[in-house]
């Protein structure tokens, strides 16, 4: 029974990358606007019932993996030692994070230009920001050292420092490297302010 599940599971994970990866490939060669949920579909190889099956539009399946890396941030926070304080549980998390996925792709860049060009996009990606923001805030809140407004405060540091980082990144022309950039700007953050 177990492994049935399990490759379900893993059967409808796959299902969902392959349409996030075929609205990618679509939306950078034909542009957004000019994309449909069926030509979507038909790239994924499944029928448009089951595109519906796993995402509401094509908004939604461009934007899967974001969602993906932010839900594993949030685990990964929690499942730092308890004895980290917030600040570095989070950079923990990140620094396990990155060491696993390394650099961004330029299809990672390409989606982050995509997101820009369409406001539809953008306003669905801040409302994933938001989301992820509440949720780290509540993970790190459970540590005692960054409890309260404490945590949101250093939620939000801690994320305004990966958002500079990455556009440092794709201004530098990726010259340097993102873990380099964001390393650098989670150091400068973390400097008191006085």
Same mark, same amino acid.
Do not use: C
């Given at each position: 029974?177990d !492994?049935?599940?399990g490759?379900?599971? /893993?059967?409808?994970? %796959?299902t #969902?990358?392959?349409v996030? %990866?075929? !609205?990618? #490939?679509?939306a950078?060669e034909h542009g957004?606007?000019?994309v449909?949920?069926e030509?979507?579909?038909?790239?994924?190889n499944?029928?448009? #019932?089951?595109?519906s099956?796993y995402?509401?539009n094509k908004?939604d399946a461009l934007?899967y993996?974001?969602?993906?890396?932010?839900?594993?941030l949030?685990?990964?926070? /929690?499942?730092q030692?308890?004895g980290?304080?917030?600040?570095?549980?989070?950079?923990a998390?990140?620094e396990?994070?990155y060491?696993?996925?390394?650099d961004?792709?330029?299809e990672?860049m390409?989606?982050?230009?995509?997101v820009k060009?369409?406001?539809? *996009?953008?306003? #669905?990606?801040l409302a994933?920001r938001?989301r *992820?923001e509440n %949720?780290?805030?509540r993970?790190?809140?459970? /540590?005692?050292?960054a409890?309260?407004?404490?945590a949101v405060v250093? !939620?939000?540091?801690?994320l305004t420092a990966?958002?500079i980082?990455?556009l /440092?990144?794709?201004?530098d022309h990726?010259?340097?490297?993102l873990?380099e950039l964001?390393d %650098?700007t989670?150091?400068?953050i973390a400097?008191?302010?006085?």
């Amino acid at each position: 029974m177990d !492994t049935t599940v399990g490759l379900r599971e /893993r059967k409808k994970a %796959e299902t #969902r990358q392959a349409v996030h %990866e075929a !609205t990618l #490939r679509l939306a950078i060669e034909h542009g957004l606007d000019n994309v449909t949920v069926e030509a979507i579909a038909d790239a994924a190889n499944i029928s448009r #019932r089951t595109f519906s099956n796993y995402f509401d539009n094509k908004e939604d399946a461009l934007l899967y993996g974001d969602e993906q890396r932010m839900g594993e941030l949030v685990q990964r926070v /929690r499942d730092q030692p308890a004895g980290l304080t917030g600040w570095q549980a989070l950079r923990a998390a990140f620094e396990s994070l990155y060491a696993e996925s390394g650099d961004p792709d330029r299809e990672w860049m390409t989606r982050a230009r995509l997101v820009k060009q369409h406001p539809s *996009l953008l306003a #669905r990606q801040l409302a994933g920001r938001v989301r *992820l923001e509440n %949720e780290l805030s509540r993970v790190v809140g459970e /540590r005692e050292t960054a409890a309260g407004v404490g945590a949101v405060v250093l !939620t939000a540091a801690f994320l305004t420092a990966l958002r500079i980082a990455t556009l /440092r990144w794709g201004a530098d022309h990726e010259t340097r490297s993102l873990w380099e950039l964001t390393d %650098e700007t989670l150091d400068q953050i973390a400097r008191p302010f006085t």
